[in-house]
């Protein structure tokens, strides 16, 4: 998870002066999609970026005018497609970037709101009126905006919303040749991922280097970690002992996705079984079951392709 509101509150708290850049529109191949920021203290310490290297040298010196004069600054940069090559992109684009002062424009006790709803995952955004100057907190995270980490602006006004999302997180019930595959599938995509088996013959360092690794019943794992709007949840073990008492807290969490692995026939099985202990038509129909896309997956990483895409597309709003 990034720390860049975090940090321009400390530095703020510690008479040091932020300033927030945020990247509010893109043409082209800009280097940083819409939302990412940059943080300037007033002494030209940064942290985070807006475009990989291109003009982040521009945006400190326009940051420190404007913690200076306190008052918001909106600009516009081209990246040549020689800047844009010398961070690894083959062509530029053109950004427009937010500069807001902390304690002026964005408000110490927002920002704090901002960090302390961050501390405990909570799906928060920054809604800023351009054209007024007002800013405020939005805490909802099960709009579309929310599960596709869509900061942009509102259809057809100036205001300016900036989603700040929790990290992904990825629990896995069952250490098996599939998760081996998984976990470090999603890793790279951005999931903070856990992998859950009392097995110690399977869940260990040794099969899982660098995983969170929960030697426990997985019903106790789940309930521990906690299942929100952006946890998924994967049942890999094929026995219901291991996999249904997890499952019944995934189908009562907001979880965002929920896969168990398993032929046709064992899903209907599974069906019948959270069927009796009084779950209904809609509530079943959240398990992805068999679990993954239809790719014709013949091998564990395949398989793990197959998850990961299928995630990938219910997180982000498309056909899973």
């Known amino acids: 998870m990034d720390q860049i509101p975090e940090t321009a509150l400390a530095w703020h708290d510690a008479g040091r002066g932020a300033v927030l850049a945020t990247v509010i529109e893109t043409w082209g191949s800009a280097p940083r999609r819409v939302g990412s920021q940059l943080v300037i203290s007033g002494d030209g310490q940064i942290e985070g970026s807006v475009s990989g290297g291109c003009v982040e040298g521009a945006v400190v010196v326009e940051a420190l005018e404007a913690l200076a004069d306190g008052g918001q600054r909106l600009l516009e940069y081209g990246v040549s497609d020689g800047d844009a090559f010398a961070v690894g992109l083959a062509c530029g684009g053109t950004i427009r970037v937010l500069l807001e002062p902390v304690g002026t424009v964005l408000t110490r006790d927002l920002l704090a709101q901002l960090v302390a709803a961050r501390a405990v995952r909570q799906p928060v955004a920054v809604v800023a009126d351009l054209g007024t100057g007002a800013r405020r907190l939005d805490l909802a995270g099960h709009a579309p905006r929310f599960r596709a980490d869509r900061s942009g602006f509102e259809e057809g006004?100036?205001?300016?919303?900036?989603?700040?999302?929790?990290?992904?997180?990825?629990?896995?019930?069952?250490?098996?040749?599939?998760?081996?595959?998984?976990?470090?599938?999603?890793?790279?995509?951005?999931?903070?991922?856990?992998?859950?088996?009392?097995?110690?013959?399977?869940?260990?360092?040794?099969?899982?280097?660098?995983?969170?690794?929960?030697?426990?019943?997985?019903?106790?794992?789940?309930?521990?970690?906690?299942?929100?709007?952006?946890?998924?949840?994967v049942l890999l073990t094929h026995d219901p002992k291991l996999d249904d008492p997890a499952l019944v807290l995934g189908l009562r969490s907001p979880a965002f996705y929920i896969g168990a692995l398993g032929s046709t026939r064992t899903h209907a099985k599974r069906c019948e079984r959270l069927a009796d202990m009084g779950f209904g038509p809609d509530d079943l129909a959240r398990i992805h079951g068999p679990i993954g896309l239809n790719i014709g997956a013949a091998n564990p990483a395949e398989i793990a392709v197959a998850i990961l895409a299928q995630m990938t597309a219910v997180l982000r709003g498309g056909q899973p």
Do not use: C
């Open 157 to 233: 006004t100036q205001t300016f919303v900036t989603i700040h999302n929790p990290p992904l997180r990825l629990l896995v019930v069952g250490a098996v040749h599939i998760a081996q595959a998984l976990v470090p599938m999603a890793r790279l995509a951005g999931h903070d991922a856990f992998v859950i088996d009392p097995r110690e013959a399977f869940g260990n360092s040794a099969r899982f280097p660098d995983a969170h690794i929960l030697n426990d019943w997985p019903d106790e794992a789940v309930a521990t970690l906690g299942l929100d709007t952006r946890s998924a949840l």
